[in-house]
């Protein structure tokens, strides 16, 4: 099982960080996507991913946009030349904090999306509270044969529909699918089916059931796997086959990047 997205670089990982990835890969982990949300986030994720022989991403989020650099696309170019780097973001609109104007949001949107697709490469996307506007930008910027995922996808039915049947992306599901709370995440997922689905943690955030009040860990990741197989009635087997298949397919993670 692949978590595409995990933030193993972060500080709440910085005392036993190897035990953390040792602890992953014992519980079936095969690979971890740690994801940047700002230039030097992005070099510590990097560092990492060259450390522990995992992948990284390099993006400005959201709530960074106010301290974005005008030229994004030089500024990301050395991160993108390194075989570790397999995507663009985490990056998107967050209408639910607005730590950045809304106009620079879309901007380093925009910006981002343009150098995803001008070195074919996949995007992780944020989004919360600003789908008109989110999937308006998709509209005039995404363009047939890119690759990106919905991080942390909490939308429901006709949201997941509109992701996956205009746009061909993937939808992150994570510990937010065992929550009480989310119905409408559960009915999504029956919606769409395991095809167009990966996993994810978003470590050190949105722990699992049973697990909550505690620090997420990659290592969780077969829980998230057996409750997508419970919602949509099949076996964890069948979850883990798919989602693996479509993390490579994502990123296009091969073993020569992890050597």
């Not at 390099?58 to 974005?68: L, N, S």
């Not at 095809?195 to 050190?204: F, Q, S």
């Not at 883990?240 to 296009?252: E, G, Q, V």
Request: negative net charge; contains cysteine; hydrophobic residues 40%.
């Amino acid at each position: 099982m692949i978590d595409t997205h995990a933030h193993i670089h972060g500080e709440s990982f910085a005392d036993d960080r190897a035990d953390v990835v040792a602890r992953a890969k014992a519980a079936g982990v095969s690979e971890i996507v740690t994801v940047g949300c700002d230039l030097a986030d992005s070099q510590a994720a990097l560092e990492v991913a060259r450390d522990f022989r995992v992948f990284a991403s390099v993006g400005i989020h959201p709530h960074e946009a106010k301290d974005a650099p005008a030229d994004i696309a030089a500024v990301f170019e050395p991160f993108l030349a390194d075989r570790r780097v397999v995507a663009v973001g985490e990056t998107g609109l967050d209408y639910y904090y607005d730590h950045s104007p809304r106009d620079r949001q879309k901007q380093v949107l925009r910006d981002q999306i343009r150098v995803a697709r001008d070195a074919n490469f996949p995007v992780i996307f944020h989004h919360r509270d600003a789908y008109d506007d989110f999937v308006a930008i998709l509209r005039e910027e995404w363009k047939p044969g890119m690759r990106g995922v919905i991080h942390c996808f909490t939308g429901d039915a006709q949201q997941a529909q509109t992701y996956v049947n205009e746009f061909g992306l993937f939808l992150g599901i994570g510990g937010v699918l065992t929550f009480n709370s989310a119905e409408s995440v559960r009915e999504a997922v029956r919606t769409v089916g395991v095809a167009p689905l990966v996993l994810e943690t978003d470590c050190p955030y949105l722990t699992p059931m049973p697990h909550r009040g505690k620090r997420n860990e990659p290592m969780y990741i077969p829980i998230i796997a057996q409750k997508v197989a419970d919602v949509l009635g099949t076996t964890v087997e069948d979850i883990a086959k798919t989602t693996d298949a479509n993390a490579r397919k994502l990123f296009t993670l091969s073993q020569d990047k992890r050597a």
